[in-house]
Structures are given as structure tokens and as C-alpha cells.
């Protein structure tokens, strides 16, 4: 059906509490990505996933980590969570790194 | 090192006037670039991208032409839609010494008024 399911869709947490972020895809793309979305920092890259246990950071991955066990399947952990991670974090796929990205409707997560 | 420069941050327009959306960009290796569009609560969806001959990509009436000289693929529409309006995003494909990704503009957004 080519989508990416994102769970959950919004999330509050608390300071300093953890939060798994999961993903996935029913179109057996091998790469995987997680972006945040801010507004006036457009799409930022926190890290991508080449394949199972081939992940790479990118350009903001401080603070965040991630685990693909699963081809399908690809999970952003943030351990303790900070405020200044409040944000819309975007999952995405492709077939073959770099080519056409398919996003999912995104998660909006809340530090308080 | 590679980059994507979108210099408006927001435009607004008229129905039925002419869009024009800018995106520039700096890269290391022969271009290829995206255009994708976020309407809003929505994920963001391809919405077109460059060829590698000198085919024009064209998708729901928007248009955008690669053109090296100027490092440049902006964004054109003869004819502005309110449904137009959204979040629009340039990228570059970036390749890496571990593997390619996309490199995104910050966005602009378009908003039509009727």
C-alpha cells in the first residue's frame, strides 16, 4: 500500500523522561530516516539508516539514538528528554539512499 | 560543503497570479535535485524532481528547470491555486562517503489569497 506508519502520532512527556519514537514501512525500502521539524529550521536530519544495525548519524544526532532490527522497522529513542527536543519528528523511506523520500504523518512530541 | 538555499521565508499571493518559488544550491558532484510540498497536518510528498538530460520535470502544473550555470531549480507555476498553499521544500541529493541523503532548504511557505 506504500506507507509509513509513525506511533505515536502525539506524545507529552516529561523532563528527563524517555521516549521511543516508532516507525514503519510496508515497501521494503531498505534506507530509513528521522527528521525534526522546526519552524525556520526546516527539515533537519537526525540520523539514517542504510539497512539493519547500518545506521548513521546526521546532522543533529546529539541527544537522540536509534535501532533497526527489522528491515520495516526503524525506532528514534531519546534518552531523558529535554525541552529543546519538543518538536514534529518526520519519519521517512526511500529505495536506495538519496532518492525519493516517502514521510510519515510525523509525531508531535511535547517536553514540559 | 553541499547546501540548499531558499530565501523566502513566506510568499503571498493572489489566485491566479504567477508562482515562483526560489531555490539555489551548492553541491560537490553533478546536482539532482527535489521539490516537495507539506500542505498543512500533512506529511510532506514528493512533488517533483530534476532529470538527468535537460527534460523540464512538470507535476500539477508546477514546473521547475535545473540549470547549472546559475545553480539554481525554482519553483514555477503559471497560475496560483488557493490549494496551493502549503509548506515547500527544496532539496539536494548529498553524496556522502557512507552513503547518499537528501540535504532540505529551510522551506517557504506559499500562501494564496483569493
Known amino acids: 500500500d506504500m506507507k509509513v506508519t509513525q506511533m505515536p502520532r502525539y506524545l507529552i512527556k516529561r523532563m528527563g523522561e524517555n521516549v521511543l519514537l516508532e516507525c514503519g514501512q510496508d515497501m521494503s525500502h531498505e534506507t530509513m530516516y528521522w527528521y525534526r521539524q522546526d519552524p525556520g529550521l526546516g527539515l533537519q536530519l537526525i540520523y539514517i539508516s542504510y539497512d539493519v544495525d547500518s545506521n548513521s548519524e546526521g546532522d543533529i544526532p546529539k541527544g537522540y539514538r536509534v535501532s533497526r532490527k527489522k528491515r520495516e522497522h526503524f525506532s528514534l529513542i531519546l534518552d531523558s528528554a529535554k525541552t529543546n527536543q519538543t518538536s514534529v519528528y518526520f519519519c521517512?523511506?526511500?529505495?536506495?539512499?538519496?532518492?525519493?523520500?516517502?514521510f510519515g504523518e510525523g509525531s508531535r512530541l511535547i517536553v514540559v | 560543503g553541499d547546501s540548499v538555499t531558499q530565501t523566502e521565508g513566506l510568499v503571498t499571493l493572489t489566485e491566479g497570479l504567477p508562482v515562483m518559488l526560489n531555490c539555489t544550491y551548492q553541491s560537490t558532484y553533478s546536482p539532482f535535485l527535489f521539490w516537495y510540498v507539506q500542505h498543512l497536518n500533512e506529511a510532506p510528498k514528493l512533488l517533483l524532481k530534476s532529470f538527468t538530460d535537460n527534460k523540464r520535470p512538470e507535476h500539477q502544473g508546477f514546473h521547475a528547470t535545473l540549470h547549472k550555470s546559475s545553480s539554481s531549480f525554482h519553483l514555477q507555476k503559471s497560475s496560483a491555486q488557493l490549494s496551493d498553499s502549503a509548506l515547500y521544500y527544496c532539496a539536494l541529493r548529498n553524496y556522502g562517503s557512507s552513503g547518499n541523503k537528501l540535504i532540505f532548504g529551510i522551506g517557504t511557505l506559499l500562501s494564496v489569497k483569493p
Open positions: 521517512a523511506s526511500s529505495l536506495g539512499a538519496g532518492n525519493t523520500l516517502y
